[in-house]
């Protein structure tokens, strides 16, 4: 019991810290990088993470982590630096642990594998992540990240099933990802993905409104005016944590004419760091937005 407290409270430290040092520590990371490049051992102070990052790339010879503390807590560092491949390969030796904070992560890094594959298999890592958020979710329902990831996941399985299939799963995207911010209100990135629901349903072409209002009478509506506020709520909970909400904040902005701000944003978002295959997304979509702006 008490080996399970303890790794319960583990589990509650990390969740509330990931995110800070996902911002913090990607600095870090590429002086890891540079000075490994360059056969240089940094010999100032170091932290537990590049401590883990030693372990991971094999730069010192270590132990091999074995705790499920440990494990979380390297799969977490991995997710920061945009280590992809690496962080699969330790995730999928516990996809049958059955903990819902290993689901949930695997869900995420398939999703990730996912934007970074060709149709055919990103299709196949779409339903997988799909099936191992809906594991995490039956295994722990007070997990807000299992809500959030189950969330973001049914809508990557509806682009695969037809707009009446995603329409109808809005309603329960929706459900989920409110479920995840009132477990945590603090984290930012639910709080961004409901942003850009109401975004997704504020620009909805004319005719697929027709169909869904044929369909379902009344279907989910929103407003780009909703879609800002919760873009900025996530900034002010977290400042500058997630490229794509700089993105969101700029084209939200646009569709509001509200070209200073929307410059503002779109600024942001270009010059965010790039560690993620996501973030080199935005920040080539970003640069086109600018030059449409004539910035």
Not at 74 to 89: I, V
Not at 163 to 183: C, D, F, P, T
Not at 212 to 233: D, M, Q
Not at 251 to 263: E, G, P, S
Request: hydrophobic share 45%; glycine share 4%; aromatic share 12%.
């Amino acid at each position: 019991m008490a080996n399970a407290a303890l790794f319960g409270a583990f589990r509650r430290f990390m969740s509330r810290n990931v995110k800070i040092w996902r911002s913090n520590e990607r600095v870090w990371a590429e002086r890891v990088r540079a000075s490994s490049r360059k056969g240089v051992v940094l010999l100032a102070v170091t932290p537990l993470s590049y401590l883990i990052y030693q372990r991971v790339s094999r730069l010192a010879p270590v132990c091999a982590l074995n705790s499920a503390e440990e494990i979380l807590e390297q799969a977490d560092y991995l997710y920061s630096c945009g280590e992809t491949q690496k962080l699969h390969q330790l995730l999928d030796k516990h996809r049958d642990s059955g903990d819902a904070e290993f689901l949930w992560r695997l869900a995420r890094v398939c999703r990730d594998l996912a934007l970074l594959s060709s149709a055919e298999e990103k299709r196949r890592l779409t339903y997988e992540a799909f099936q191992y958020a809906t594991a995490a979710l039956q295994r722990d329902e007070q997990c807000y990240a299992a809500h959030k990831w189950f969330a973001i996941c049914l809508s990557d399985v509806g682009d695969y099933e037809g707009i009446k299939v995603k329409i109808g799963n809005s309603y329960i995207i929706r459900e989920h990802l409110e479920r995840a911010i009132q477990l945590n209100p603090r984290d930012a990135t639910s709080i961004h993905i409901l942003g850009f629901w109401c975004f997704a349903f504020a620009e909805l072409p004319w005719y697929q409104r027709k169909v869904a209002a044929v369909i379902f009478g009344s279907p989910p509506t929103a407003t780009y005016e909703e879609a800002l506020e919760f873009f900025l709520r996530a900034e002010e909970v977290e400042p500058s944590f997630y490229s794509k909400n700089l993105l969101m904040l700029g084209r939200t902005y646009m569709m509001l004419r509200d070209v200073q701000q929307a410059a503002l944003w779109l600024t942001k978002a270009r010059d965010y760091p790039a560690v993620t295959e996501e973030d080199r997304q935005v920040h080539q979509e970003a640069q086109e937005l600018l030059k449409r702006l004539g910035v």
